[in-house]
């Protein structure tokens, strides 16, 4: 497995790929893997003939230097997890080179950027739609993939790969889940015993969202059901329900006509979990 710590490298590199006439996929992600990510790794490995994964916690999708700080890191065990899964090639850009010494230019979908998480978490989006164009721009694979658990991102940088006319083919891949249904997540490692036991709730109440089986299912039915096993657990602090249109993400209310996206957020012991579901009419 190659490690690149230069654009130039990882530029070399990939140039060796496309010489052979390789598909290359891509796997952006902050580091400090677990299933999640190796999940997404096959899923290049199933379309493309060489992959690449990029490690860099991006500054700029974070709201609070402290949570920068807090991001958990650990390289080595990354590059295992990497090596064993097979994987071709590591990016590990420096930030000087990501973001160059007066970098100034953003990269922003204006209005899904702005709603829903992104109206509790102002900027995120424009630093990861900014950061994303970036490492596309560095590695030009054919395809990148990206988790479905993080359904407004996903939906994000769908839009802006097709605003941008970037030729890669943005593929979302399922939510991989802890034995109890939790949603795998760097976050889960700082719960405690206790709040990690109950935050299984945020999977049991998009289970009961999804087979909850009135006609006809309404916006408001599906939200009621949710938010009541949520308020079950005591535990658990309800942060965010959206229900919205699954492809614009536009807030929907009344009868379900189309399929919907339910983002769901909740705070155990201080730390935010997020779980997402389609469901359909
Ligand atoms: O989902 C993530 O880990 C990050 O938001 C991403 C896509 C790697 C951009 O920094």
Redesign the pocket.
Known sequence: MKICRTIADCRAEVASYRAAGERVGLV???GFLHEGHMALVTAAQEDCDRVVV?I?V?PT?FGEAADLEAYPRDEDRDFAMLRTAGVDCVLVPPVEEVYPQGDETIVETTRMANMLHGLVRPGHFR??TT??AR?FNFVQPDVAC??EK?YQ?LKI?RRMTRDLAFPIEVRGVPTVREADGLAMSSRNVRLGPEDRAAARVLCDALDHAESWAATPRTVEGLRATITDVIKGQPRATLKGLDIVEAETLDEITGPLTSPAAIMLSAEFGGILLIDQRVVFP
């Open positions: 952006p992600t902050m990029t860099f991006n999708q630093g990861v950061v994303v490492l990206f988790g993080d991102q940088v």
